[in-house]
């Protein structure tokens, strides 16, 4: 199939999207290929409390360290002799006792930086204190589909993240579905709709001509997937984009890698941090149940798992403002069907904290990756695509 008959096809599988169960004309290829694994990661802006998040409630340092911001164990939600859940999060808990749910303990890298702006762009490139042109799920993309292909990679947000900046593909990156065009003046409509021949031997023209058409494209089978998909399912207050994401996966669009946020520095609390990250766990738990129920729903379960990270911890001790100041190691999510829910990775001790009050990291952040990757994905390329060998953990079958 060439690029106008594929985006044909998922436009023609559209009317199928919102009937539970039924794969697309796209989908059904990609099943019969082999490749039809979907990953979303789920980024958690401005660094997640994470000894908040998955409380070690019986180790008393905790509550040393953190005598009023420490929660005690008659609130959380125990799912063993030795850890609780926050408060907040009834959802992750349901998906943890079903099974689910895994925790990665420990995750970060040496040398960490204390910045958000950089320690997510190591995050974004998995190249802790180096960078890299282009985004780890870029690469990713590179790797799995190595010629271009139109929708394979989509972004869900304002603006395109670092993340997804790939070398062969272009991300699909939008907000609001129901107006997903290129932008621009109502004088200029007609050049952005209305694509002229590309005359032979303009290779500029030719590129431009295929950026114009890939975005129209693009924005009308958004559209069209949004304006089709219709869920019972409750994804909470703030789904932060994923019923965006299940509306596309629905109408068998051939994306294989999905990004979205939850934006704005929302987890930087430094301040009086005890409400106000129990209602964002909430609402990001919320969505995550929201959206795993959603899957069963579609018949996608088996295809689709999620990852989920923020680009660092918090210092342990609370500060005097009753919150907590950014720090280092943090704790990594996978959810899903067919994850084996549990533990993973080594637990940073409480009691050898390294000289500025932080976690030590017990687990290299790229291992999760590389069990996105080879693990999940079974791309075999992990380490191509970061750069190095990683363990992946044995967190899928």
């Given amino acids: 199939m060439n690029r106008r008959h ?14 539970p169960g039924i794969f697309s004309q796209v989908a059904q290829a990609a099943t019969a290929a082999g490749d039809d694994r979907i990953l979303v990661i789920f980024e958690l802006s401005g660094g997640n409390d994470g ?4 409380v070690p ?12 911001i420490g929660i005690k164990p008659a609130k959380l939600r125990k799912i063993d002799d030795r850890y609780g859940f926050n408060p907040g999060l009834a959802g992750m808990e349901r998906l943890y006792k079903d099974g689910k749910l895994a925790i990665v303990h ?13 320690s997510m762009a190591y ?8 960078g890299d042109d282009y985004g780890w799920v870029g690469r990713l993309a590179d790797s799995l ?11 869900i947000d304002t603006a395109q993240s670092l993340a997804v900046k790939s070398r062969l593909h272009m991300p699909v990156v939008f907000d609001d579905p129901e107006t997903f065009l ?5 004088q200029t409509r007609p050049l952005l709709d209305e694509v002229s021949p590309t005359p032979p031997g303009n290779a500029s023209l030719a590129y431009l001509n295929l950026v114009a058409n890939s975005a129209r494209e693009a924005s009308g089978l958004v559209r069209d997937a949004w304006a089709g998909y219709k869920s019972p399912v409750d994804y909470g207050i703030n789904p932060s984009g994923l019923p965006k994401v299940a509306a596309c996966i629905a109408a068998g669009l051939p994306t294989r890698l ?4 939850y934006r704005n520095n929302a987890f930087d609390t430094h301040v009086q941090q005890s409400d106000l990250h129990q209602r964002l766990l909430t609402y990001v738990s919320d969505s995550i149940l929201g959206f795993t129920r959603d899957m069963e729903r579609l018949g996608m379960a088996d295809r689709v798992s999620m990852l989920v990270f923020s680009e660092f911890g918090r210092r342990v001790p609370e500060n005097t403002s009753l919150g907590t100041d950014h720090g280092a190691a943090n704790v990594m999510f996978f959810a899903g069907k067919t994850v084996k829910g549990g533990h993973y990775g080594t637990p940073s001790s409480l009691t050898a904290l390294d000289a500025g009050d932080n976690l030590a990291y017990t687990t290299d952040f790229r291992r999760v990756y590389a069990t996105a990757i080879d693990g999940w994905l079974r791309s075999r390329s992990a380490e191509t695509v970061l750069k190095g060998r990683f363990d992946p953990f044995p967190v899928f079958a």
């Fill in 57 to 68: 409630y019986t180790d008393d340092a905790y509550y040393r360290l953190r005598p009023t």
């Fill in 51 to 54: 000894l908040n998040t998955v």
């Fill in 145 to 155: 589909q190595p010629a271009p292909k139109p929708n394979f990679l989509i972004n």
């Fill in 182 to 186: 290129r932008s621009g003046f109502l």
């Fill in 258 to 261: 999905y990004y979205v946020a």
């Fill in 123 to 130: 995050l974004h490139t998995a190249a802790p204190n180096s």
């Fill in 6 to 19: 594929l985006l044909k096809a998922a436009l023609a599988g559209a009317g199928t999207l919102g009937a």
């Fill in 106 to 118: 420990g995750c970060g890298y040496e040398n960490p930086s204390f910045s958000h702006f950089t």
